[in-house]
């Protein structure tokens, strides 16, 4: 008797996270690194190729935007807009039940207290019916987020945090470079954030983010609080009990580099994603749901779809070479971190269902035109062999 033939395992061709973002910059980050490091002023952090970067970011938001404040990261940005607003003890603020931890870790590092609201099952961004029905007399805040590839419903947050007097923070850390009704993601809230970790669309090799806002009050609180509660001018004076999230001037400088080509590596994106979305569109008989079609309030950071057939999709694409993710596989108030803080008994049908099928499909702007077809080919072949009994045409 012979042995089976042992199947070799399918090396992986196309991976969700390029190990390659960077390549074609890498002088440019060892230029960096070289002037920053042989600078006559020896100055690493906070200097002027910082200040460069938020003005030129600042720039690109137009007019309107008060201030770009860089920080050491997306979720760190998060923290300062809660310390500015003085979000603490006793106080509630809003967030989506699906979502990144720092929407909720954040909330109880400022020892306030997360009030998880269910999401709309076709956005899968926090639903605003379901944030206002949690609104009480502890509320403070409200933080929507963007998701995936498709703003929260910005109008509907905003009409709603000023008919209740709350302050509004748009976590838009993985929204930069899309609008909503001629309005940059981030540009909603009172302040938002973007984030610049590796992956995100103006990702960097290093951690960092920034808060942009129209307060030029709360600009000024968020500079203070991410170095000490130190003015900028007093060195060693403490205005307010602050945070260390300061900015890599090397990080800065590489950043200013990659910024003309921000655009044309959005624009790939979304190419792309319009690509899946054409491909996929006819399979929401077949149980797999694309996300809503493009438009306004988009921007190409992921492309996820919903499956009841989820692990049997991503194996299939495994199968192919193909590496999918799972970004949220529980809602929030289902992780053992946030469950104490939620309400008990509460439910969020919503986000249960997204938990159990997200599956989202790489997406970067190099990937090459036939890679982006074998992905979707497999996709829907997929589909076409496992056609869901029970479709849910809902996302
Ligand atoms: C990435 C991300 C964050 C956190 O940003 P970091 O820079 O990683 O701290 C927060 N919220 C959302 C929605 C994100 O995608």
């Given at each position: ?22 390549d ?11 002037a ?16 460069r ?11 309107g935007t ?5 920080c050491?990261?997306g979720?760190?940005g ?40 269910d ?8 639903d605003?019916?379901?944030?206002e ?26 009409a ?20 909503l009704a ?15 970790v ?19 009050g709360?600009?000024?609180a ?6 000490h ?15 260390n ?37 006819p399979?929401a ?12 309030g ?70 090459t ?27």
């Amino acid at each position: 008797m012979t042995a089976p033939p042992i199947t070799p395992p399918v090396p992986v061709t196309v991976p969700f996270f390029p190990p390659d973002l960077f390549d074609g910059d890498r002088e440019a980050l060892l230029d960096a690194v070289r002037a920053v490091g042989t600078g006559p002023g020896q100055r690493f952090i906070l200097g002027e190729h910082t200040a460069r970067l938020e003005r030129a970011l600042g720039d690109r938001l137009g007019p309107g935007t008060a201030d770009v404040v860089a920080c050491s990261s997306g979720t760190s940005g998060l923290s300062l807009l809660l310390a500015a607003m003085d979000v603490g003890p006793g106080d509630e603020v809003v967030v989506p039940a699906f979502g990144c931890a720092p929407l909720a870790a954040t909330v109880l590092d400022a020892d306030a207290r997360p009030v998880f609201a269910d999401i709309d099952p076709v956005r899968l961004t926090i639903d605003p019916a379901a944030a206002e029905a949690l609104i009480g007399p502890r509320t403070k805040a409200l933080m929507p987020a963007h998701m995936f590839s498709v703003m929260a419903d910005m109008p509907a947050f905003r009409a709603l945090a000023d008919r209740h007097g709350l302050r509004l923070v748009e976590d838009s850390a993985l929204a930069q470079g899309g609008t909503l009704a001629g309005r940059p993601a981030g540009c909603w809230g009172d302040a938002g954030v973007y984030s610049f970790v590796q992956v995100k669309t103006f990702g960097m090799p290093g951690e960092g983010g920034v808060v942009l806002t129209r307060d030029a009050g709360l600009g000024r609180a968020v500079r203070m609080l991410r170095n000490h509660g130190q003015d900028g001018v007093h060195r060693f004076v403490h205005h307010r009990v602050g945070h260390n999230s300061r900015f890599d001037e090397v990080m800065a400088l590489f950043q200013l580099h990659r910024l003309p080509g921000l655009d044309a590596r959005l624009a790939r994106r979304a190419e792309i994603s319009a690509y899946y979305s054409r491909r996929f569109a006819p399979l929401a008989d077949r149980g797999l749901v694309a996300p809503p079609a493009g438009g306004d309030g988009r921007f190409p950071y992921v492309y996820t779809v919903l499956t009841g057939r989820r692990d049997e999709l991503r194996a299939h694409l495994a199968a192919r070479g193909i590496a999918a993710h799972v970004y949220y596989p529980r809602p929030l108030p289902a992780q053992p971190a946030f469950a104490p803080h939620a309400a008990p008994g509460a439910a969020w049908p919503n986000a249960e269902s997204a938990a159990r099928r997200n599956i989202s499909l790489p997406l970067y702007p190099h990937l090459t035109d036939a890679q982006v077809e074998h992905i979707a080919d497999a996709v829907c072949a997929f589909a076409d062999a496992h056609p869901d009994p029970h479709p849910n045409r809902e996302r």
